[in-house]
């Protein structure tokens, strides 16, 4: 049995005292009483899931039955469900030296601190393997820094080259009739790809693209392209946000899509006839702020998932460390350091 | 497609990475992963060459019996002990093995008549007509932009194998450069002005060819890992890009670069590219350009930066005298070849500024390229097998990510792919003979150091690799080389080094 315990030094948090429950369960004795997931109960919670089919197949209820200890509330089985699921999340190539649920954590740091009799070695064993999960949690999540940082980087570019391109052809309105005879036989490959979601691209289609001459007509390109509100004929960057809109990758998939659903690429990419349907990700499109008149392209642009994707996106990200999709697509929602209101833009237009 | 087909499109397959999008990895007679630079006189096609005894006008007959649908078919069937069984086990799904079966005969019919291109141009029973012939025939059958991957894979060979017969597939003198090294700007085989790439169509590609595929991403990621390692405590940073294009790769190791934790300082950054004088158009713009973007990025993101450019020769040669050094400053090289850029570069050039690079004993050098495959004797012929072997995994791994999206991945072929193919043809046309070694290996023989690939950057890879089909994989061949593949094909590899003499140690 596990009784009261020090409080380990690897706890992110302050460790109150521990008193032990006449069920057996360890509670804290700070204002909001934190179960403390022991070996043993641990293993009977595991137990119960497994009888119960899986992780996802469990309910915090069903395993609360199961279970049968006293104290334990559906409010602890539920977050400690959620980690074990998140826990399960397969990483393949992690599987040999992970230990996913955080749980598990606790489960090393109790045995760790309560037996005295534990090897050096099996201690320094352990800690190694948690600081290897640690480790590859900081890379998921500069990972997914990085994968955004690139792509907002990439849709000011694609941002840069449709402005400069609608400056050179001096079009206020662009005719969509116009998109269907240029004859770019890749447009259509465009189209197929879905929403690819580069406005600016797909206009640089439209007009032909020959009289493409970036070198010129620079003026403070740099900045233009960061800002949200320029009045680019670009469409679908229509998010206040900085780097907001576009930029995603053209995947679009649907947000339920688990990691490993991922590479079955064709599954969720194959409603596609309509290549404009883009509504690919299930949720209920958002009203669309969409600044500029877009009447004659609207029917083109109509699927800015990648809107919708942020809203939950956002959640999804502050939800769990855990990558996901560290594709572009994220691109617009950035680490919070780069999106607040006030970019530290150099108003001094640094020409290094 | 039920097991039985896929039991007998096993054997049918040649082990190209199966230009169908069957699992298999199908290895027919000798030929197997670590064979197949060298064993491709097994598969010399059936050119009975003791009939070219005497000048013949017409290889009509000849080609013909390359084509014989029978004469496949026996051959296929006849590796295939089994074929019969598995066929006749599933009565119902007849017709679509049927179709697949077409499929598959005629990829490898495609594939017999590329090597006896490659090998009239160049073998040992040199015939440049019969050459011609037979791609003339190829051409006929293949389009660039439909049919199975096998198909446009071979469009595009034929028309790299023509222009080597034509001679234009010259990179070879200098007074080329300019029209050929404008990349994906002048397709030089052809003439037709449809068929230059229109910028869209090349940022375009770019942009799907990264989001389709982690074979960009890798290699940023992987050398800026490496480059936020070896930095890691210092303050000025001085990363010298030898092919900067966009400037992508550095948009994340900014990102990186103002995270930093542990209480230290953001440091500061500077970047030198260095850029071709005669024709500067690039991919989108000027390297000017590039560096105002990047100068605009790191001003978002509160980075303190600066950024310079260094003309290369006009022959491309890099002279270390031309960058400048500020004293304290841990200094980079950066190489990115082939894929992830993909811009044609000189060996020579590439030479120079790696040599270059070891006179400025640099703190990290990276370098990223394709992998190939072991170069056997094969000569030309067997490496131009192994490149088809090489695009071939390219087009199996874009499709199985995303086989609906054909046309475009049409346009990745186009733009990119189909370039790199004429290129990495012309290179290897001009080189048969010779050793033409991985610059990896180059850099361990002139005294480069490696630098252990950490933990985390192999950990990065392979969560990177985990958001894409996964077909791919990462590999450490070396303490210093994470090398990137798709099924049994390794691609692209990465590898870290540092100055051969390191006066820190």
């Given at each position: 049995m596990f009784h009261t315990k020090k409080p380990s030094t690897m706890n992110s948090h302050d460790r109150p005292m521990c008193v032990q429950g006449d069920s057996g369960l360890v509670l804290t004795?700070?204002?909001?009483?934190?179960?403390?997931?022991?070996v043993e109960l641990h293993e009977r919670f595991v137990d119960a899931v497994a009888q119960l089919g899986g992780p996802d197949k469990a309910t915090p209820k069903t395993i609360m039955r199961v279970m049968g200890v006293k104290g334990l509330t559906l409010y602890h089985l539920k977050s400690h469900l959620q980690k074990f699921r998140l826990g399960k999340q397969p990483h393949k190539d992690f599987n040999d030296h992970s230990i996913k649920d955080g749980s598990a954590l606790d489960l090393q740091r109790s045995s760790a601190s309560s037996s005295g009799m534990m090897s050096r070695s099996m201690n320094e064993m352990q800690m190694e393997v948690q600081r290897r999960l640690h480790e590859q949690l900081e890379v998921q999540r500069h990972l997914q820094l990085r994968t955004e940082a690139q792509g907002k980087y990439i849709q000011s570019l694609l941002e840069k080259a449709c402005q400069t391109l609608a400056g050179d052809q001096n079009l206020a309105s662009v005719s969509y009739k116009g998109m269907g005879n240029q004859g770019i036989s890749d447009m259509g490959g465009m189209k197929e790809f879905g929403t690819l979601n580069f406005p600016a691209f797909q206009d640089l289609n439209i007009y032909g693209g020959d009289q493409l001459d970036l070198q010129h007509n620079m003026d403070r390109p740099s900045l233009d392209g960061f800002m949200p509100n320029s009045d680019n004929i670009c469409l679908g960057k229509k998010r206040p946000s900085p780097y907001g809109g576009s930029g995603k990758s053209p995947l679009i998939w649907s947000d339920d899509l688990r990691l490993q659903d991922l590479g079955s690429g064709p599954a969720c990419l194959e409603?596609?006839?309509?290549?404009?349907?883009?509504?690919?990700?299930?949720m209920a499109p958002p009203s669309l702020d969409r600044g500029t008149d877009l009447d004659s392209m609207s029917d083109m642009y109509e699927i800015k998932p990648s809107h919708q994707g942020d809203a939950l996106d956002e959640k999804k990200f502050e939800a769990s460390a855990k990558l996901k999709r560290p594709s572009p697509r994220r691109a617009e929602r950035m680490s919070p350091m780069i999106n607040t209101g006030g970019m530290p833009q150099g108003r001094n237009s640094p020409f290094g | 497609m039920t097991m039985a087909i896929d039991g007998a499109q096993f054997e049918l397959e040649l082990d190209f990475s199966g230009y169908s999008s069957t699992t298999t990895t199908a290895t027919i007679s000798t030929e197997n992963d670590h064979d197949r630079g060298g064993n491709w006189n097994g598969w010399s096609p059936m050119v009975d060459w003791e009939t070219l005894s005497g000048p013949h006008d017409d290889f009509q007959d000849l080609i013909d019996s390359m084509m014989d649908d029978g004469a496949l078919m026996n051959q296929s069937i006849r590796l295939t002990p089994d074929t019969s069984n598995s066929m006749s086990a599933s009565g119902t799904v007849i017709v679509d093995e049927e179709t697949s079966c077409g499929d598959d005969l005629k990829g490898l019919r495609l594939v017999h008549l590329l090597i006896a291109a490659a090998e009239a141009l160049t073998g040992l029973n040199k015939n440049r007509d019969l050459a011609r012939v037979i791609l003339v025939r190829l051409k006929e059958l293949v389009s660039p932009n439909d049919g199975t991957n096998m198909e446009r894979l071979a469009a595009y060979f034929t028309d790299a194998l023509q222009g080597l017969l034509e001679g234009t597939g010259g990179i070879h003198s200098n007074k080329h450069h300019s029209e050929t090294n404008n990349g994906p700007y002048h397709h030089h085989h052809r003439d037709d002005p449809q068929q230059r790439h229109h910028q869209s169509d090349v940022l375009g590609a770019f942009q799907l060819l990264q989001d389709m595929s982690p074979y960009v991403k890798f290699g940023h990621f992987t050398a800026n890992q490496a480059i936020l390692e070896a930095v890691a405590d210092d303050r000025r940073i001085h990363i010298v890009d030898y092919d900067i294009m966009e400037g992508i790769q550095w948009a994340s190791l900014m990102q990186a670069l103002v995270s930093r934790k542990g209480g230290r300082p953001t440091p500061h950054l500077r970047i030198t590219a260095l850029s071709r004088s005669g024709s500067s158009r690039r991919f989108i713009g000027t390297v000017q350009e590039t560096g105002r973007r990047l100068v605009a990025f790191a001003a978002s993101i509160g980075l303190p930066f600066s950024f310079h450019q260094c003309r290369l020769d006009s022959d491309e040669t890099f002279r270390p005298s031309a960058l400048k050094l500020v004293r304290g400053e841990a200094l980079v090289m950066n190489c990115m070849l082939h894929l992830p850029h993909f811009s044609y570069r000189a060996p020579d050039s590439v030479a120079s500024f790696l040599s270059g690079a070891k006179t400025l004993n640099p703190r990290l050098l990276t370098m990223v390229e394709e992998e190939v495959g072991p170069i056997g004797d094969g000569g030309f012929v067997g490496r131009f097998m192994d490149s088809l072997h090489h695009y071939s995994a390219f087009y199996d791994s874009l499709e199985a990510g995303f086989p609906m999206q054909g046309r475009a991945r049409g346009l990745v072929e186009r733009v990119i792919l189909g370039p790199r193919i004429s290129w990495s043809l012309a290179r290897i046309y001009r080189v048969r003979g010779e050793e033409a070694c991985p610059w990896g290996v180059w850099l361990a023989a002139e005294g480069f150091q490696p630098v252990k690939v950490s933990f985390a950057n192999h950990c990065q890879a392979k969560l990177l690799l985990g958001v894409f089909n996964d077909g791919y994989r990462v590999e450490e061949l070396a303490s210093n080389r994470l090398v990137l593949g798709w099924k049994s094909r390794r691609l692209l590899s990465a590898s870290i080094w540092t100055s051969p003499s390191d006066p820190d140690l």
């Open positions: 004795t700070d204002p909001k009483p934190r179960l403390r997931w022991t409603p596609h006839d309509d290549p404009f349907k883009g509504d690919q990700i299930q | -």
